[in-house]
């Protein structure tokens, strides 16, 4: 991920006046050998310490395993460092609450990954729905899947073991995903039942010797949402093991009054409803590649993944600037809490078998919706 964000700045010229203009000037990495890549980069370090310290560096992106994450955000808030970390925000609900804690008690700004709602089409999705144009909600479905993990021969890594994922596995791993569109949109669920699955219980080790692997790969949640008239459901699935499936974000919403539905399975295209007297009416928009930050690169063509990182960045550059706006912003540290407080109840609920309310469990206060 590193070398996206490095990649992304690369392409910088592609936006068109954006307010900030971002240089590389550090990496750190403990194995020197993947330092190599970035030749271009005047410091290159295996403490992340000596960035914390350099003065001239004004932000950081922090991409590491789950279990460092509190400790090394930790690290960069008493430093004085703004930074983008990555997803989950700490290895559970415990230590997002810590970290989020820090922040909150701190100058520093903050903000957290979650690439695939900047898909100009799942954009135009969430404008449509922030806009109340779909009138009262009847239910949702937020979903990021992929089959990395079909592959039984696959050696075990740092994803499928709790230590270093966290006892959620696939919910630390892919979770933000799901849950940062309905955050947003103020849908903290009010209550939660879920089916987890551990499907490949063992993987080859370093040695060929057969590993353990004690993370969920699966999640499937049945959520409740409070609004005006009564809850409505909404679905989330986080999956490393989805057949079909290359690695697909998809949003599916439906209202008294209309409906949209976005998936990355198909980026150009935007399906909404529509009611035409007794009818209702199933459209396709065909999207560009223009999203909330305007580029140089013609609205005719695709959007990619490259592309998502690109505007992410441009928003996380621009909020910190104070020239956001409007635009959708990326995940705050109180809606990476919030997540945490819906996995801490996914949990409850696969050990207990029952509905559990994640505003029960500890943390902070409930999140709403905003930028």
Known sequence: MGKEV??????????????????LTAICDIN???????????????D????????????????????LHEQIYLDAVA?????????????????????VDAVEASNVFVRCSSEMPFFPGAQAAFERIRSGSLGRIIEA????????????AKPVNWKRQQRFCGASGVLND????ALHVPLRLGWEPASVYAVLQDLVPQRPGPDGALAACDTFENATLLCAVEQEGGRFPLTLGMKRIDPAQKNTWALRVTGMEGGVEFSTRRPKT??????????????????????DFPTIT????????????????????AERAGQLGDRFGCVTPREALASHRVVAAVMRSHAEQSVVEPSALSGRQRTGAGH
């Open 270 to 291: 935007l399906k909404v409803m529509r009611l035409d007297g007794q009818e209702q009416v199933w459209q396709e928009v065909e999207m560009g590649s223009q999203s």
């Open 48 to 67: 992340y310490h000596d960035l914390l310290s350099d003065e001239s560096i004004d932000v950081l992106y922090i991409a590491v395993r789950h279990d």
């Open 298 to 317: 013609g609205g005719i063509f695709e959007t990619g993944f490259s592309d998502a990182m690109l505007q992410m960045w441009a928003a996380y550059l």
């Open 6 to 23: 490095a990649a992304a700045i690369a392409r910088w010229c592609a936006l068109v006046d954006h307010p900030v203009t971002p240089r």
């Open 79 to 99: 430093a004085g460092k703004d930074f983008l970390g990555e997803k989950p925000f700490g290895i559970d609900l415990d230590a997002a609450t810590r970290i």
């Open 141 to 152: 479905t937020n979903y990021f899947s992929h089959s990395s993990d079909l592959d039984l």
């Open 174 to 177: 892919l979770g933000l995903h």
């Open 32 to 46: 020197p050998a993947a330092l190599e890549w970035f030749d271009t980069v005047t410091t290159k370090v295996t």
